[in-house]
C-alpha cells in the first residue's frame, strides 16, 4: 500500500527519526528477473535467457566462472558463452560480470574476440593436481572441468584471492600479492610450475584493456534499479543441485546458484528480486560423477543422448542421461521459489513409445518425503516412475500449444501440477524460435 502524504506528515521534518513521525515507504526500485537451472546444468538456460534478454536493458552473471557453458542459435549462428552473459547478443543491453563471478582473463578475451577478476592459469594447473590427488587417495575424483573455478573460490574463502579492483589499483602491491599467492600453491603443489614474471607482464596488460570495462558493481547496480524503469535480467551459472551449499555436495560447483547467488553475487537486496524462471529439461542430464537416480544405463539413455546432442559445451564430455526426476525439480523450487518453468527439449522425446517420469524416492520399500542431503542415502534410492504413452509425433514444427500433440500437452500437463509450478515456455528446438510461450 502506497502512503498518502498529508500537511500533519510533515511535521518534524527538521528532525528524523523523531517520536510519532511518519516515513514515506521506500520505493523498491526496478525489480529482477532471475533464469535459474532447476536440474544438474545444461538445461537450454541460454535459450530462456536470449529470449529475455531481447528486451532486456541490463544482463548480468552473479556467479560460476568459465565452468558453465551457454549455447545461443540466433538466425541460423551458434554461440557458445562462459563467461559472457548470453544476452551480450542484444546490442541495446549492458552485459554485467558481477562480484561473484571468477574470472580468468585470457578467456574472458579469447571468448570476446571470438564471438565478435579472479581467475588465474595456475589456479587451472591447481584445479588439475587436485583432481588427481583425489582420484590416487580415494580412488575417485570430483569431475570438475578443471577450469581453476573451486581453487579460484577456495582463494576468496581463505582471504587470499585477488580481485579486478586490486589488479586495476597499485600493480607493486597486486604483484607482491600475486607472488605469494603462487608460493602458497606451491607449498601444497611441488610440481605446480609459474613463470610468474611473464604472469604479471600479461596480466599488466589485461588490466589496461580491462580498465575501460570496470565499473562498481554495487552502485551500478544500485542506480539501475532506482533510476529510470529498467528491465534487469540475472543469467544463473550452473543449477541448483550443482549449489555448494544446496547440491548434491561433493559432486557441486563452488558457488551458490541458487537464488540468493543473484544477491550476493550483484550486491542487490532480495526486496528487488521479481519473477525467478527455473530451467528443466524434458528429461534429466548430469556431467561429470556423483549420484544420478533416474539415469537410464541402456538404449533410452543412449537415444536420449545421441538425439539431445548431451555433449558438454565446456569440456566436451558426453552426459549422462535418465528420465525426468520431479524429486529434484520440486526440490529446486523449494529453494528458489520459482514463478514459472521453461520445459527444454521436449522434441527430444518424440520417438519414444512410453515415458517415464520419476515422481518419488523410496528407501527399504518406503516413500521418503524429502531430497535427501546425504549422498551415500541418494545412491541407495529406488525411484517410483509414472508412465505416460509418448506421442510419437514430430513436436520441432510446434510454435504454439495448439500445434503439440495431445500426448505432449498432458505430458507438459502431468509435470505443472506434481511442480506446482506453471510452464511458461516449452522449447521444442534449438533456435530462439522454437521456445512456445504459453501465456
Do not use: M, W
Given at each position: 500500500m502506497s502512503h498518502t502524504w498529508s500537511a500533519k506528515d510533515q511535521k518534524n521534518t527538521s528532525q528524523p527519526g523523531a517520536v510519532g513521525q511518519k516515513r514515506p515507504r521506500n520505493d523498491t526500485g526496478n525489480k529482477v528477473t532471475v533464469v535459474l537451472g532447476a536440474q544438474w546444468g545444461d538445461e537450454g538456460k541460454g535459450k530462456v535467457v536470449d529470449l529475455l534478454a531481447t528486451e532486456a536493458d541490463v544482463v548480468c552473471r552473479c556467479q560460476g566462472g568459465n565452468n558453465?557453458?551457454?549455447?545461443?542459435?540466433?538466425?541460423?549462428?551458434?554461440?557458445?558463452?562462459?563467461?559472457?552473459?548470453?544476452g551480450i547478443i542484444n546490442p541495446k543491453s549492458i552485459s554485467l560480470i558481477g562480484n561473484g563471478v571468477v574470472i580468468h582473463l585470457p578467456g574472458l578475451f579469447e571468448e570476446g574476440?571470438?564471438?565478435?577478476?579472479?581467475?588465474?592459469?595456475?589456479?587451472?594447473?591447481?584445479?588439475?593436481?587436485?583432481?588427481?590427488?583425489r582420484q590416487a587417495q580415494e580412488g575417485k575424483n570430483i569431475g570438475t572441468t578443471k577450469k581453476g573455478i573451486g581453487p579460484a573460490y577456495s582463494s576468496k574463502a581463505s582471504r587470499t584471492g585477488l580481485r579486478v579492483c586490486d589488479l586495476l589499483g597499485?600493480?607493486?602491491?597486486?604483484?607482491?600479492?600475486f607472488k605469494n599467492l603462487v608460493h602458497h600453491y606451491q607449498s601444497m603443489y611441488p610440481s605446480l610450475e609459474v613463470d610468474i614474471e611473464d604472469q604479471l607482464k600479461k596480466l599488466k596488460e589485461y588490466a589496461e584493456r580491462l580498465r575501460p570495462m570496470v565499473r562498481d558493481g554495487v552502485y551500478y547496480m544500485n542506480e539501475a534499479l532506482h533510476g529510470p524503469p529498467k528491465k534487469i535480467l540475472v543469467e544463473g551459472a550452473n543449477a541448483a543441485l550443482l549449489d555448494i551449499d544446496f547440491g548434491t555436495y561433493p559432486f557441486v560447483t563452488s558457488s551458490n546458484c541458487t537464488?540468493?547467488?543473484?544477491?550476493?553475487?550483484?550486491?542487490?537486496?532480495?526486496?528487488?528480486?521479481?519473477?525467478?524462471?527455473?530451467?528443466?529439461?524434458?528429461y534429466t542430464t548430469r556431467v561429470g560423477i556423483g549420484a544420478?537416480?533416474?539415469?537410464q544405463l541402456n538404449a533410452v539413455g543412449e537415444l536420449l543422448q545421441t538425439r539431445g546432442h548431451e555433449v558438454g559445451v565446456t569440456t566436451g564430455r558426453k552426459r549422462r542421461c535418465g528420465w525426468l526426476d520431479l524429486v529434484i525439480v520440486r526440490y529446486a523450487h523449494m529453494i528458489n521459489g520459482f514463478t514459472a518453468i521453461a520445459l527444454t527439449k521436449l522434441d527430444i522425446l518424440d520417438v519414444l513409445d512410453e515415458i517415464k517420469v520419476g515422481v518419488a524416492y523410496k528407501l527399504n520399500g518406503k516413500r521418503i518425503p524429502h531430497f535427501p542431503a546425504n549422498m551415500d542415502v541418494l545412491h541407495k534410492v529406488e525411484v517410483e516412475y509414472e508412465t505416460l504413452p509418448g506421442w510419437k509425433t514430430d513436436t520441432s514444427a510446434a510454435r504454439k500449444w495448439n500445434d503439440l500433440p495431445a500426448k505432449a500437452q498432458n505430458y507438459i500437463r502431468f509435470i505443472e501440477n506434481h511442480i506446482g509450478v506453471p510452464i511458461k515456455w516449452v522449447g521444442v528446438g534449438k533456435s530462439r524460435e522454437c521456445m512456445i510461450q504459453m501465456f
Open positions: 558453465a557453458g551457454h549455447t545461443v542459435v540466433v538466425d541460423g549462428k551458434e554461440y557458445d558463452f562462459h563467461l559472457l552473459p548470453s574476440d571470438k564471438n565478435d577478476k579472479k581467475v588465474f592459469d595456475f589456479h587451472q594447473v591447481v584445479d588439475g593436481l587436485q583432481e588427481s590427488e597499485d600493480f607493486k602491491d597486486f604483484s607482491t600479492r537464488v540468493g547467488g543473484a544477491c550476493t553475487g550483484l550486491g542487490i537486496p532480495p526486496l528487488n528480486i521479481g519473477d525467478v524462471f527455473g530451467v528443466a529439461k524434458a544420478f537416480p533416474t539415469e
